[in-house]
């Protein structure tokens, strides 16, 4: 009596073990070193130190009866002779096993589960295996597949397809990085687990939001968290959200239905989204009337834009800190002149348009008050050099060369009605720019022929002065104006 006594209460405890999660990472990481992992339910404690077991430094696995629970160290390797030999075994199959230690890179589980036809519950823990070289095969008991604590990098949409008993899969602190799509599994399953993996949240991980019936299946979700470099410690559904979020504001806005509409950041404390959008080579005419909110660079090169006063007065553009015009036909930016945005934009591309002449003071002041201009790109314009913007424009560039990177590739016209004479415009001096050309030698200024004149008339005056004035002292002879002076 006191034995069967003592083998319900052993009995009792294990069931109790079934209730046993790791909820969090630090939680998990803990009882990884200090106590057992069970993922999900489960009659045996995990592999901690699975090392230490007699069986791993053979590779090979032991039978714990009466329950049908087979643990395995370091390998399988006396799977075959234990099945055959054990009468035990060929009576009462294993229902439960427990795998610690995997050696090998990949996993087969064609090869390594086909003597194992009875098998309720799967748990595979610290194993160095990254991928399993077939999809599981068709397993008429397997209910619960708990794979935590490996180097598991990569699982198809079709891996558990056929394990049609499926109730929860825990594929917990892993080395995932993303998934195909959606997993395929039964219709009776109910539970997954794919917290504490390196997610890749620029991957489409959007079917958590759009479909739901799958979403739900993911039990933490909540607790997915991005790895990778662009959302790192990002909560998975919040980069979703608003990836779908901005998806929607571009495709309901006429202006935007081409272009293409990106998340590049998600400032870290207070969680808000910045975009990207992209509209080059798409023949425009004008600046986008409409842009998502928090959209802070705006990519619109090659097109036909002239008119970039939205900068200037559209509120949408309150957050755009770069903009790239490359290739357009801007023809004056003048209109920025003592804007917000030109004293707090971070990047300007205004490579290959129609610019003449600017404001210098302004641009000047402007990029002075500006802490946040990273760069400012002017190269491939017609720039018309005369004496006075010539000089300002080359002491601009000179100033701010770290800002204005093209500055040795900024070249302008420099003589006078020559619009082939093009030179760099760090290159010229001065007297370069300030010379005036003259066709042949034949060519005289109207401004000339008027001062030749006036010398003309001063030098006839000065004459019949001096002839006046020698009549008069030695003839005595008064000029004749001056007898008809009344």
């Known amino acids: 009596m006191a034995r069967l006594v003592k083998y319900f209460s052993v009995l009792y405890l294990l069931l109790s073990l079934r209730h046993v999660y790791c909820e969090d990472y630090e939680t998990a ?129 079709r891996t558990f397809k056929r394990v049609h008993p499926l109730r929860v899969l825990d594929l917990r602190w892993n080395q995932l990085i993303q998934l195909d799509g959606p997993l395929i599994l039964p219709h009776s399953f109910e539970q997954l687990y794919l917290a504490g993996n390196p997610w890749n949240c620029t991957r489409n991980f959007k079917w958590l939001l759009l479909q739901p019936e799958k979403g739900r299946l993911v039990v933490d979700r909540d607790e997915l968290i991005c790895m990778d470099r662009k959302y790192k410690e990002r909560q998975m559904l919040l980069v979703m959200h608003y990836k779908l979020e901005l998806k929607k504001q571009c495709q309901s806005h006429e202006d935007l239905k081409n272009c293409t509409c990106l998340m590049h950041h998600i400032l870290p404390k207070t969680h808000v989204p910045l975009y990207t959008v992209n509209c080059s080579h798409l023949e425009f005419h004008r600046l986008p009337a409409f842009l998502p909110d928090n959209t802070t660079t705006l990519a619109i090169n090659d097109n036909l834009i002239s008119d970039i006063n939205p900068l200037r007065d559209n509120p949408h553009y309150r957050h755009v800190v770069d903009i790239q015009l490359e290739n357009n036909r801007v023809a004056n930016i003048d209109n920025l002149e003592d804007t917000d945005w030109l004293q707090n934009f971070r990047l300007l591309n205004l490579r290959g348009n129609n610019l003449r002449k600017l404001h210098v ?41 770290e800002i204005v990177r ?36 034949s060519h005289i200024h109207p401004i000339d022929w008027l001062n ?34 009344p």
């Open 29 to 157: 990481t803990t009882m990884a070193t200090t106590t057992t992992i069970i993922s999900v339910p489960l009659f045996t404690p995990g592999c901690h130190d699975w090392t230490s077991a007699p069986e791993a430094a053979g590779g090979n696995c032991s039978r714990v009866t009466p329950n049908g629970l087979l643990k395995c160290y370091g390998g399988m390797n006396n799977l075959a002779a234990l099945s055959t030999s054990a009468k035990l075994y060929r009576q009462q199959p294993a229902v439960e096993m427990l795998l610690c230690g995997w050696p090998q890179d990949v996993f087969n589980p064609l090869k390594e589960l086909q003597k194992l036809p009875r098998l309720r519950s799967l748990t595979i823990e610290y194993s160095g295996f990254t991928e399993f070289k077939f999809d599981f095969p068709e397993m008429t008991h397997l209910q619960t597949i708990n794979i935590s604590w490996t180097n598991l990098s990569y699982i198809s949409s």
């Open 361 to 401: 003071y302004a641009l000047d002041n402007a990029l002075n008050e500006n802490q946040n201009a990273n760069l400012l790109l002017l190269s491939r314009n017609p720039w018309h050099c005369t004496c006075k913007f010539g000089s300002r424009l080359r002491e601009l560039l000179t100033k701010y060369k």
């Open 406 to 441: 093209d500055a040795w590739n900024v070249s302008c016209t420099y003589m006078q009605d020559d619009d082939q004479l093009l030179a760099k415009v760090l290159s010229l001096s001065r007297q370069e720019m300030c010379s005036v050309s003259v066709e042949n030698g």
């Open 452 to 485: 030749g004149v006036l010398a003309s008339l001063i030098l006839l005056i000065l004459g019949k002065l001096a002839y006046d004035y020698y009549h008069y002292k030695y003839y005595g002879r008064v000029p004749w104006i001056v007898m008809k002076m």
